[in-house]
């Protein structure tokens, strides 16, 4: 039987790993920074390295925790996950990649920017950024919390803040090193990991999923074969659906991955890169998923953790004794580590480079001065989301990711859309568009079941809905429409025909 | 100079016009079928229960099939921007620079 606690082999082989993969992000990230500059990768980055890059940013603990324990817990409803993280793609590299890839500088702010007033759209974008940023640390403090809790048996409170520090020390240190090295690394043992799992899983299969999903069905009923266990109410099911769909376009953290191309057909190569190892990691979690329903049991992984986190590692232990948990588990902690780098530091970026420089000192900050007020940021960002942490325990890091999912479509993809492709935009209508998908989204996310009954412990909530995507993202569309013609900016339209050929072309000279 | 520009305007905007269309095209496919599927979801979970063969239920089947439609749509647009509209950017933006 898979027991939580302390366990000699399985820390020893954690910490090995995590060694290891520290080593080789270090030695790789060295020899990137010998020859090219941190910010400016622009150029050097080929189609594959930004496809792995792109997969590993995108491949959080929700993707390699959640989804295979709200599989495990719920069978079925688990795997709605699994298929919306995925089917955002194709809005990305169509609608998005190559224009965003020409147009902008460094983040998605310069292309909403492009042909409006600089500073109040970049304030504006700053906030629905931290907001992303915010729910998405959140959900990685979850799974690595309960991870040292499974490994090391401490308290989960500990053991997020232990985890909050690590990581501070880490993006403080490896902030400098943190580069696209960092993703692919972690992509590449993120999807050996699962496949090496998936692989011993169904080695007790005679390798047929079908055996295995049948297995799962025979134990625990048909119905985790079908919809309905998890997501019951209907305007739930869409609403969670469209949040995931178009909350890809929206990532901050992912749209940044396009500038460090060369050009908008790497850009665009990269995603079918991407796509093709999220798309073959995604099926996996299906098997992994009812893997850990049949081997380990749903009543084992809801004793260590309530939201079903530690399914993976759990069914690590169970096919592949400590030595493959420790392992899975470094993996885990790896991917973890690596998203939460780049999340604070794009957290980090807008409030001390947006916020700071330009509206405080109005573009004139010294560069160390700047450097201090990042690392200030950094440690305010790692104390924020070691309370939420806390505060969030039990919650399936899947589900806060696919809130993060709700506020990127809200805030950022409404915004993005309108300001290439609806000439009539405003600056005043760039602003109201994603300032009330932001706070929009956090209300009706603090007003809903997830906030008011599982943390606050009330009866009812005054929102039903636990995903308020269908709600909030037609509404941003209709704000930054109706607040655009209410503020004709002229300069805006003029600019249109510049923005569409550039589109095209990139920048030319 | 003017009859260039013009001439690699109009492309331009045929090639620009080419590409809108496809991409909502690919987008409108993908936003169809996954809703279909979610539509499903919300609303007739019996027939998504419906087991095909021990261990397959229809919507897991379906569920299969939309991560790999998602990748077949990257793949046709990949495909498509690769071949046409790569080629034909490049030659206006020749033509264009040599109009200037």
Same mark, same amino acid.
């Given at each position: 039987?898979?027991?939580?606690?302390?366990?000699?082999?399985?820390?020893?082989?954690?910490?090995?790993?995590?060694?290891?993969?520290?080593?080789?992000?270090?030695?790789?990230?060295?020899?990137?920074?010998?020859?090219?500059?941190?910010?400016?990768?622009?150029?050097?980055?080929?189609?594959?390295?930004?496809?792995?890059?792109?997969?590993?940013?995108?491949?959080?603990?929700?993707?390699?925790?959640?989804?295979?324990?709200?599989?495990?817990?719920?069978?079925?409803?688990?795997?709605?996950?699994?298929?919306?993280?995925?089917?955002?793609?194709?809005?990305?590299?169509?609608?998005?990649?190559?224009?965003?890839?020409?147009?902008?500088?460094?983040?998605?702010?310069?292309?909403?920017?492009?042909?409006?007033?600089?500073?109040?759209?970049?304030?504006?974008?700053?906030?629905?950024?931290?907001?992303?940023?915010?729910?998405?640390?959140?959900?990685?403090?979850?799974?690595?919390?309960?991870?040292?809790?499974?490994?090391?048996?401490?308290?989960?409170?500990?053991?997020?803040?232990?985890?909050?520090?690590?990581?501070?020390?880490?993006?403080?240190?490896?902030?400098?090193?943190?580069?696209?090295?960092?993703?692919?690394?972690?992509?590449?043992?993120?999807?050996?990991?699962?496949?090496?799992?998936?692989?011993?899983?169904?080695?007790?299969?005679?390798?047929?999923?079908?055996?295995?999903?049948?297995?799962?069905?025979?134990?625990?009923?048909?119905?985790?074969?079908?919809?309905?266990?998890?997501?019951?109410?209907?305007?739930?099911?869409?609403?969670?659906?469209?949040?995931?769909?178009?909350?890809?376009?929206?990532?901050?953290?992912?749209?940044?991955?396009?500038?460090?191309?060369?050009?908008?057909?790497?850009?665009?190569?990269?995603?079918?890169?991407?796509?093709?190892?999220?798309?073959?990691?995604?099926?996996?979690?299906?098997?992994?998923?009812?893997?850990?329903?049949?081997?380990?049991?749903?009543?084992?992984?809801?004793?260590?953790?309530?939201?079903?986190?530690?399914?993976?590692?759990?069914?690590?232990?169970?096919?592949?004794?400590?030595?493959?948990?420790?392992?899975?588990?470094?993996?885990?902690?790896?991917?973890?580590?690596?998203?939460?780098?780049?999340?604070?530091?794009?957290?980090?970026?807008?409030?001390?480079?947006?916020?700071?420089?330009?509206?405080?000192?109005?573009?004139?900050?010294?560069?160390?001065?700047?450097?201090?007020?990042?690392?200030?940021?950094?440690?305010?960002?790692?104390?924020?989301?070691?309370?939420?942490?806390?505060?969030?325990?039990?919650?399936?890091?899947?589900?806060?990711?696919?809130?993060?999912?709700?506020?990127?479509?809200?805030?950022?993809?409404?915004?993005?859309?309108?300001?290439?492709?609806?000439?009539?935009?405003?600056?005043?209508?760039?602003?109201?568009?994603?300032?009330?998908?932001?706070?929009?989204?956090?209300?009706?996310?603090?007003?809903?079941?997830?906030?008011?009954?599982?943390?606050?412990?009330?009866?009812?909530?005054?929102?039903?809905?636990?995903?308020?995507?269908?709600?909030?993202?037609?509404?941003?569309?209709?704000?930054?429409?109706?607040?655009?013609?209410?503020?004709?900016?002229?300069?805006?339209?003029?600019?249109?025909?510049?923005?569409?050929?550039?589109?095209?072309?990139?920048?030319?000279? | 100079?003017?009859?260039?520009?013009?001439?690699?305007?109009?492309?331009?905007?045929?090639?620009?016009?080419?590409?809108?269309?496809?991409?909502?095209?690919?987008?409108? &496919?993908? *936003?169809?079928?996954?809703?279909?599927? +979610?539509?499903?979801?919300?609303? /007739?979970?019996?027939?998504? !229960? $419906? %087991?095909?063969?021990?261990?397959?239920?229809?919507?897991?089947?379906?569920?299969?099939?939309? &991560?790999? *439609?998602?990748?077949?749509?990257?793949? +046709?647009?990949?495909?498509?921007? /690769?071949?046409?509209?790569? !080629? $034909? %950017?490049?030659?206006?933006?020749?033509?264009?620079?040599?109009?200037?």
């Amino acid at each position: 039987m898979p027991t939580a606690g302390p366990n000699t082999v399985a820390m020893a082989g954690f910490i090995i790993f995590i060694g290891l993969s520290l080593l080789i992000t270090w030695w790789a990230a060295k020899k990137t920074r010998s020859t090219r500059d941190f910010y400016a990768a622009g150029g050097s980055v080929t189609a594959l390295q930004n496809g792995l890059a792109l997969a590993g940013d995108y491949m959080s603990a929700a993707s390699f925790l959640g989804i295979a324990g709200m599989v495990a817990l719920n069978g079925f409803d688990g795997l709605i996950y699994s298929i919306g993280f995925l089917v955002g793609w194709p809005v990305v590299v169509c609608l998005i990649a190559e224009p965003l890839r020409n147009l902008g500088r460094f983040t998605f702010t310069d292309v909403v920017a492009f042909r409006l007033q600089q500073a109040p759209v970049r304030l504006a974008a700053t906030a629905g950024s931290l907001a992303v940023v915010a729910f998405y640390l959140i959900a990685q403090m979850v799974g690595a919390g309960n991870l040292i809790r499974l490994l090391f048996g401490l308290e989960y409170e500990l053991a997020v803040a232990i985890v909050g520090f690590v990581m501070l020390a880490y993006v403080l240190f490896g902030g400098m090193i943190a580069t696209t090295w960092v993703q692919i690394v972690k992509a590449v043992l993120l999807l050996a990991g699962a496949f090496m799992l998936a692989f011993m899983v169904l080695l007790q299969f005679s390798f047929n999923p079908l055996a295995l999903f049948n297995a799962a069905a025979t134990e625990y009923g048909q119905s985790v074969l079908a919809p309905g266990r998890l997501v019951s109410d209907p305007i739930d099911a869409i609403s969670l659906g469209l949040a995931l769909m178009f909350g890809t376009a929206g990532l901050p953290h992912i749209l940044m991955r396009f500038y460090t191309v060369p050009d908008g057909r790497t850009a665009r190569v990269s995603v079918m890169y991407a796509t093709a190892l999220i798309g073959g990691f995604y099926l996996l979690t299906f098997i992994l998923g009812f893997g850990a329903m049949v081997l380990v049991g749903q009543d084992g992984i809801r004793a260590v953790d309530a939201g079903g986190n530690m399914a993976a590692p759990l069914l690590a232990q169970a096919v592949g004794g400590q030595a493959f948990l420790g392992f899975i588990a470094a993996v885990a902690f790896a991917t973890i580590l690596a998203v939460v780098a780049g999340l604070t530091l794009a957290g980090a970026a807008a409030l001390s480079h947006d916020v700071y420089v330009h509206m405080f000192r109005h573009g004139h900050a010294s560069e160390k001065e700047e450097l201090i007020v990042a690392r200030a940021a950094t440690v305010f960002l790692a104390l924020f989301a070691i309370i939420l942490g806390i505060l969030f325990k039990g919650q399936n890091v899947a589900y806060m990711v696919g809130l993060a999912f709700a506020i990127a479509a809200s805030a950022n993809f409404p915004a993005l859309v309108l300001s290439m492709f609806w000439k009539p935009f405003t600056t005043r209508g760039a602003q109201a568009s994603i300032l009330f998908g932001t706070v929009a989204t956090l209300l009706l996310i603090y007003v809903s079941p997830t906030i008011q009954i599982d943390l606050l412990r009330n009866e009812t909530a005054w929102f039903p809905y636990r995903n308020p995507g269908l709600f909030t993202i037609p509404l941003s569309f209709a704000v930054g429409v109706v607040v655009s013609l209410l503020t004709p900016e002229p300069s805006a339209s003029e600019q249109f025909a510049k923005l569409e050929q550039q589109i095209h072309f990139g920048e030319l000279n | 100079m003017t009859a260039a520009m013009s001439d690699s305007k109009t492309r331009l905007l045929r090639v620009s016009a080419a590409r809108w269309r496809l991409s909502i095209i690919l987008t409108t &496919i993908m *936003t169809l079928v996954y809703v279909g599927f +979610i539509l499903l979801i919300a609303f /007739n979970k019996p027939l998504l !229960a $419906t %087991v095909l063969m021990p261990g397959l239920s229809l919507g897991i089947l379906l569920g299969v099939l939309v &991560i790999i *439609t998602a990748w077949v749509l990257i793949v +046709i647009y990949v495909k498509w921007a /690769n071949d046409h509209y790569d !080629a $034909t %950017v490049a030659e206006i933006r020749r033509a264009h620079q040599e109009g200037n």
